[in-house]
């Protein structure tokens, strides 16, 4: 009874009004999730109608108020599925995944959820690949309801956060929006260099490009050449030059362009990092050729790192304010798990 007491007490303390209700979807949810905190399994066969096949995977693979839509159309697919029963315990025992990096085959019955979740699922502000995710690693799709600090995260697995990324082909990955005031100094700064070397960019801000510039600040003439640039500008009474003096001098102090160099590489990992940490794992679907890369944050933040004063080859560019990558070269080196 104590067990009870203390199950109808924690469900009353969940419940945004303390009013406890089994006719309330959101509320009945609440409870399955505590009974399942405690171990304590209603036994339900999820094949039995749409309504609990739906009520099952929300409550097992979704962050309360995580919206979804779709389910009844996802159990209809199974039930006329040859596979059906695998498919069914697949989603009521959760998939044998772990976190390990490397990649891996979607194929044979995961394959096929897979392609029945896509055809069926329509998450509210996520991706369906999220709810496959979720089931294949036990974890819960969150997209939808992160909070500002975990805004990266899609799916929680065992409290870590991962981010899910679906492609048909992995060439080129929005990693997202960098770091808005960091990221604004930089471009500042390219623009000011833009200027002073000529160095022609094309839209976005591309690794060849970037790296173009970078060569051109270590080329000695330059470099005399801008030394001139700050002595004339020193003791100029024009107006517009004094102003480009006054602009060199805040990025170039004296004139050190090998150090600016340094900086604006240590700022643009500076930013990588920010961005690609914030969640512990990253998660890549090649839809095309069905595999599944699966690294850490810090590992694929170092492959990012610019090193020797030049961008690196997975780097493909800043457009507007989001990473752009090379995902076959990022993952080039990946090892099957």
């Known amino acids: 009874m104590i067990v009870t007491d203390n ?169 997202g929006s960098l770091p808005a005031d960091e990221l604004k100094q930089l471009k500042q700064i390219i623009n000011l260099l833009i200027v002073l070397t000529g160095v022609e960019f094309t839209a976005g801000l591309t690794r060849d490009s970037i790296n173009n510039l970078l060569i051109q600040l270590k080329d000695p003439s330059f470099q005399e050449d801008l030394r001139g640039i700050l002595r004339i500008g020193a003791d100029t009474q024009i107006k517009a030059l004094q102003n480009m003096y006054d602009t060199i001098v805040k990025y170039v102090p004296n004139g050190d362009v090998e150090k600016l160099v340094d900086e604006f590489i240590d700022g643009i990992n500076k930013i990588i990092a920010e961005k690609i940490t914030k969640v512990k794992w990253w998660a890549i679907i090649n839809k095309d050729k069905g595999i599944l890369y699966l690294e850490p944050s810090d590992v694929i933040a170092s492959r990012l790192y610019s090193k020797d004063g030049q961008l690196p080859p997975v780097f493909g560019q800043i457009k507007g304010n989001n990473l752009f990558v090379n995902g076959n070269k990022l993952f080039k080196d990946t090892k099957p798990n």
């Open 7 to 175: 199950i109808l007490n924690e469900w009353s303390f969940r419940c945004h009004d303390g009013i406890v209700d089994l006719n309330d979807p959101k509320k009945l949810r609440i409870l399955k999730e505590i009974l399942d905190e405690n171990g304590i399994s209603l036994n339900e066969a999820i094949d039995s109608d749409a309504a609990t096949f739906e009520d099952f995977v929300k409550t097992k693979y979704l962050e309360i108020n995580q919206e979804i839509n779709g389910l009844n159309s996802l159990y209809d697919a199974i039930q006329k599925s040859p596979e059906k029963e695998k498919l069914f315990s697949l989603i009521q025992s959760s998939g044998n995944r772990s976190l390990v990096p490397g990649k891996s085959p979607i194929q044979s019955v995961e394959g096929t959820l897979f392609n029945l979740i896509m055809a069926s699922i329509d998450m509210t502000n996520g991706e369906p690949s999220e709810l496959w995710f979720a089931i294949m690693y036990g974890g819960k799709a969150k997209g939808g309801v992160a909070t500002e600090s975990d805004i990266e995260s899609d799916v929680i697995v065992s409290n870590d956060g991962v981010s899910i990324k679906n492609y048909k082909k992995i060439y080129s990955l929005d990693f």
